[in-house]
T-cell receptor, first 120, second 110 residues
Framework: QVQLVESGGGVVQPGRSLRLSCAAS????????MHWVRQAPGKGLEWVAV??????????ADSVKGRFTISRDNSKNTLYLQMNSLRAEDTAVYYC??????????FGPGGQGTLVTVSS | QSALTQPASVSGSPGQSITISCTGT?????????VSWYQQHPGKAPKLMIY???KRPSGVSNRFSGSKSGNTASLTISGLQAEDEADYYC??????????FGGGTKLTVL
């Protein structure tokens, strides 16, 4: 069973940086693409970024392009999201998800996400 | 990258059927049979209910079904139950390895 545990969230001032982590287990991490998805308070889901299974390709939503960097360490079964130049509108719960064969996203059933609050 | 369009809310009585629509464009929903649907209860992570337009993951009730016509995908829930009350999101592959979510639909079971 897919298990994904996000961490690293917190309160940060506008313009500062933060790095999120996602620890994966229950599947062969190095064989799957991975996504970050976020949800602003009281709002809907927003796709943020994807990284291929081997880290060779990365793609971003326009809203974070040039500020966020997705990466992974397959030796540690861990996904990362480096967030720079943070803005108030980046405030959200951030979830990681495993890529599926048909582009679907598999979220960890017990995942709570990690809350990022950008505020002065 | 505009969000896919879903109704803000739908409702139905126990035992009834409801359908949630998800409208995109010829660049996303209309181009790929890669539409998925997610159920989210308050404070919980989203749960995959349908993928590749109409496939159900193991463990998901067959009361949930999906379809697509042109640029619009649909999720139908039959035999509504109280535990179906939740937010539902569609998602489509949008090319270049990117994905696009709908704005979400709040389902109320009356």
């Amino acid at each position: 069973q897919v298990q994904l545990v996000e961490s690293g969230g917190g309160v940060v001032q506008p313009g500062r940086s933060l790095r999120l982590s996602c620890a994966a287990s229950g599947f062969t991490f190095s064989s799957y693409g991975m996504h970050w998805v976020r949800q602003a308070p009281g709002k809907g889901l927003e796709w943020v970024a994807v990284i291929w299974y081997d880290g060779s390709n990365k793609y971003y939503a326009d809203s974070v392009k040039g500020r966020f960097t997705i990466s992974r360490d397959n030796s540690k079964n861990t996904l990362y999201l480096q967030m720079n130049s943070l803005r108030a509108e980046d405030t959200a719960v951030y979830y990681c998800a495993r890529d599926g064969s048909g582009g679907e996203l598999w979220f960890g059933p017990g995942g709570q996400g990690t809350l990022v609050t950008v505020s002065s | 990258q505009s969000a896919l369009t879903q109704p803000a809310s739908v409702s139905g009585s126990p035992g009834q059927s409801i359908t949630i629509s998800c409208t995109g464009t010829s660049s996303d929903v209309g181009s790929y049979n890669l539409v998925s649907w997610y159920q989210q209860h308050p404070g919980k992570a989203p749960k995959l209910m349908i993928y590749e337009v109409s496939k159900r993951p193991s463990g998901v009730s067959n009361r949930f079904s999906g379809s697509k016509s042109g640029n619009t995908a649909s999720l139908t829930i039959s035999g509504l139950q109280a535990e179906d009350e939740a937010d539902y999101y569609c998602c489509s592959y949008a090319g270049s390895s990117t994905s696009l979510f709908g704005g979400g639909t709040k389902l109320t079971v009356l």
